[in-house]
């Protein structure tokens, strides 16, 4: 008996060939292209339907596809890319990583945020970090790019540059609206529903204990692209 596909597979599943079909319409002006395209937008409102099945927040494959058409656009404009997103590694004096209870899951996870446009990765590190938990932080190195399809910790199409900070002041104080909860987690006291630690978790514990990886980054699928087959 074949294995079951998961949720974090579908999603990916749909939102790769919600790609392909967006950008195919970007770059086409027949009407009969277009019309393929959307037949595949169709598909994969249909696979992202089945991996909401059972959230508060399930919609209908046509609702999928309509958001999805509302980002297309012609040429490199409708060219879609994941979008872009920080995460902070930030560790105090005792050595312990800052840890949020993500009020839309209710999963922990390192601070994360969008990147905002005018403000450098780094820059967003800092705000995002004061705002979600009001610790100050200083931005040591860059030390991870993961993707958050991959990683289970998005439902839409993103890469995270993760960056391994210091606390350099403030008072912890959980967003009201962001947060449920916010602390100091000690490498052996992460919370059971930490998202994706026993991906990143020794590598910014290695940070921690001084030690100077290589950007670590997802491991390559194979074959990496169809259509090399």
Request: charged residues 30%; negative net charge.
């Amino acid at each position: 008996m074949g294995t079951v596909a998961s949720e974090k597979e579908l999603r990916r599943w749909a939102e790769a060939l919600a790609g392909v079909a967006r950008t195919g319409m970007g770059f086409t002006d027949s009407q009969f292209e277009r019309e393929r395209y959307e037949e595949i937008l169709l598909i994969a409102g249909d696979i992202k339907a089945a991996a909401d099945l059972g959230r508060d927040t399930t919609t209908d494959a046509r609702g999928h596809v309509e958001e999805w058409m509302r980002e297309v656009s012609s040429g490199v404009a409708g060219y879609i890319t994941p979008k872009v997103a920080v995460g902070a590694a930030v560790v105090n004096d005792e050595g312990k990583l800052l840890l949020i209870q993500r009020a839309d899951s209710g999963v922990w996870l390192y601070p994360t945020g969008w990147c905002d446009i005018g403000y450098s990765a780094p820059e967003v590190v800092v705000k995002e970090v004061r705002e979600e938990t009001g610790i100050d932080v200083e931005v040591v190195r860059l030390i991870g790019v993961l993707d958050g399809l991959q990683l289970g910790q998005s439902r839409v199409p993103l890469y995270s540059l993760i960056f391994f900070c210091r606390a350099v002041g403030g008072t912890l104080r959980p967003h009201e609206l962001e947060c449920l909860d916010a602390g100091w987690f000690a490498r052996d006291e992460l919370p059971a529903d930490t998202l994706g630690s026993q991906r990143w978790a020794p590598e910014i514990f290695a940070a921690v204990d001084g030690e100077t990886r290589d950007v670590f980054y997802d491991d390559l699928r194979q074959p990496v692209w169809r259509g090399g087959e």
